[in-house]
């Protein structure tokens, strides 16, 4: 490669490729193109023949660990490089953690091997580090603590990420930078999105985009405009696009513990009505009812081994209840739907007296939310996900939902929980979720016989 050749990057990333320090780290924007150069720079230096040792790079999961190897196969191919390419499964001896490896083989038989996000696969290997995506590890901290060793005999040690929260390992590392005189000896670099746009990144990006792309006609103030207003609320877009992540003490759900339940990207995780009607495994159903303002949201939940997994998170905006009821009937055609918990209070009390009415108290039962309900409703939806035993949608409305929940202390010293209305709603996924685990804590075995399916719900006219 000619150092001409590096005319194609924008400036921050050849800044990024040609820093040779041997901890460097990247707090950065999202889509901005880094872990895509970061492959570039891996083969480069597999390229050469004085390349001895293996780079191990750890991504999130296993799709992103695929993604990033295919990038290096493209590079490889654009470069003319020879490699050969393998999967290898298992390739930790637990088999309670497993890991999956994708590898590229070089002429000089050296490797890249890209890891999904345990740990442990880390241990026992030599040569250069790359943590993808860092701070969204289910464990930072032991990641970095294990693959920090594997550099002693040489190679180096990239970190890039996005923030998650002030409290995650990746923005300690960062203030220790800043704050404490860099101990690390950490050689920093930071990209926001207005970084980018100043150094040409909208440009390249047009080059990449069909003729009738709406981001085609816009400048760079309109692209970011564009892009805050499409988050789900100002704190994602500072956290996701400007390297400033949010103030994570306060929440009730810190980022972190929300996303270490989060289904993979990808994963179909969601249920039609016909495939749980078919799933021999246990159903519950919670409703959050809202009219206006307010979303209503239905949230079915499985239960396989008592890890409870979200298999539909419906939200209704500004729809007449006679529809919501149809969408009532329709989720409890499903045999092995044993209980289903609503919201009663205010707007829900008439929908769910009419529920009870039409399909008994065994199968339903109205919640109102008194400031003791709602506590015991959040704490145990926070206690599933401590113990990994609940799944959730990778939807960053969900998230800004759980976020958004706050546990406050009143003046006489009671504990609320609340959350700001919003676009977004109020909270109405998290208490859709909160009423079907409740649901599911207070099933009996008792089964139940499904009702005929109906285009309308006549009985409740």
Not at 54 to 81: G, H, M, P, Y
């Amino acid at each position: 490669m000619t150092s001409s050749s590096l005319l194609t990057f924008l400036p921050y990333q050849k800044k990024w490729i040609t820093d040779n320090s041997r901890l460097k780290i990247m707090e950065k924007s999202r889509q901005i193109g880094i872990s895509w150069i970061s492959a570039y720079n891996l083969v480069r230096q597999h390229s050469r023949p004085t390349q001895t040792l293996d780079s191990w790079v750890s991504s999130r999961d296993t799709v992103q660990a695929k993604l990033f190897l295919e990038d290096c196969k493209t590079w490889a191919n654009t470069l003319d490089i020879r490699y050969q390419s393998h999967k290898n499964n298992g390739i930790l001896s637990s088999s309670r953690n497993p890991s999956t490896s994708y590898t590229l083989r070089f002429a000089n038989k050296t490797r890249i091997h890209s890891l999904s996000s345990n740990p442990n696969a880390q241990a026992g290997k030599r040569g250069s580090r790359i943590l993808d995506e860092f701070a969204l590890h289910p464990d930072p901290h032991s990641l970095y603590s294990i693959a920090y060793p594997g550099i002693t005999w040489g190679g180096h040690l990239e970190i890039i990420s996005t923030h998650r929260g002030q409290h995650n390992f990746f923005n300690k590392l960062i203030q220790e930078i800043l704050h404490s005189g860099n101990p690390k000896n950490f050689s920093h670099h930071k990209v926001t999105l207005q970084d980018a746009l100043d150094q040409g990144f909208l440009s390249k990006l047009k080059s990449t985009l069909p003729p009738l792309d709406p981001r085609l006609s816009m400048d760079d103030s309109a692209y970011f405009d564009f892009i805050r207003s499409g988050c789900s609320d100002n704190e994602s877009f500072m956290q996701e696009y400007m390297c400033q992540p949010f103030d994570d003490s306060t929440l009730f759900l810190p980022p972190s513990l929300i996303e270490s339940c989060e289904y993979p990207p990808n994963d179909p995780w969601e249920f039609t009505t016909q495939q749980a009607v078919r799933s021999e495994n246990d159903f519950f159903l919670g409703i959050d009812i809202g009219r206006d303002q307010d979303l209503t949201v239905f949230c079915l939940l499985e239960n396989i081994n008592n890890t409870l997994f979200t298999r539909q998170l419906l939200c209704l905006k500004n729809t007449p209840f006679s529809h919501q009821e149809e969408y009532l009937h329709n989720f409890l055609t499903i045999p092995n739907l044993y209980r289903t918990c609503i919201d009663q209070t205010g707007l829900g009390r008439q929908f769910t007296e009419r529920a009870i009415e039409h399909y008994g108290q065994g199968r339903i039962e109205g919640i109102t939310f008194t400031n003791l309900v709602k506590e015991t409703l959040a704490f145990t939806f926070r206690s599933r996900l401590e113990n990994r035993t609940l799944r959730l949608p990778p939807d960053p409305l969900l998230r800004s939902d759980l976020r958004a929940i706050k546990r406050e202390t009143t003046s006489s010293g009671n504990i609320r929980f609340s959350s700001d209305r919003g676009k977004n709603g109020h909270s109405d996924r998290f208490w859709a979720i909160a009423l079907a685990i409740h649901a599911a804590q207070k099933a009996t075995s008792n089964h139940y016989q499904p009702i005929a399916k109906s285009s309308r719900f006549s009985t409740f006219e």
